[in-house]
């Protein structure tokens, strides 16, 4: 049986699989860097603003975080950053995105049935 994904998961799936096993693996390393600095920069937010002493303020304070003009600042810059570092583009970091934040044992099967057709080598969903 065969899952069926949303249509820009499947357009996610299809470009990652077009990438040749050097640039997948690169932006898969952007993506966890990227996704460790956004975490990083709300945590010292949410320690600054008081820590989220129960899971409703913290859930409240990891939202407003995020919804705060210096995390734009923030997020444009380390972009930037890691896409120079890694040699990949905005397109390609955005696909890992997507696909880490649906993160499936489907997802990566579907991602890896492409890449072996395409002959461009399975991957893994972690590093």
């Known amino acids: ?17 077009q990438l040749d096993f050097d640039t997948a693996m690169q932006a898969m390393r952007a993506e966890a ?10 945590s ?6 008081g820590g989220g002493a129960d899971d409703a303020e913290y859930d409240a ?16 810059s380390v972009r930037k950053e890691i896409l120079q570092y ?4 905005e397109d390609q970091l955005d696909c890992v995105v997507l696909l880490r934040n ?11 049935r492409l890449r072996s057709e395409l002959g461009t080598g399975e991957v893994s969903g972690d590093l």
């Open 102 to 112: 649906i993160d499936s044992d489907e997802l990566w099967a579907e991602v890896n």
């Open 61 to 76: 304070l990891h939202a407003q975080a995020q919804e705060t003009p210096e995390y734009a600042q923030f997020l444009d």
């Open 1 to 17: 049986m065969t899952i069926q994904f949303d249509e820009a998961t499947t357009a996610a799936i299809a470009a990652f699989a």
């Open 86 to 89: 890694f040699g990949v583009d």
């Open 44 to 49: 010292r937010y949410i320690d600054e603003y």
């Open 33 to 42: 860097d990227y996704d460790h600095e956004r975490d990083q920069w709300i």
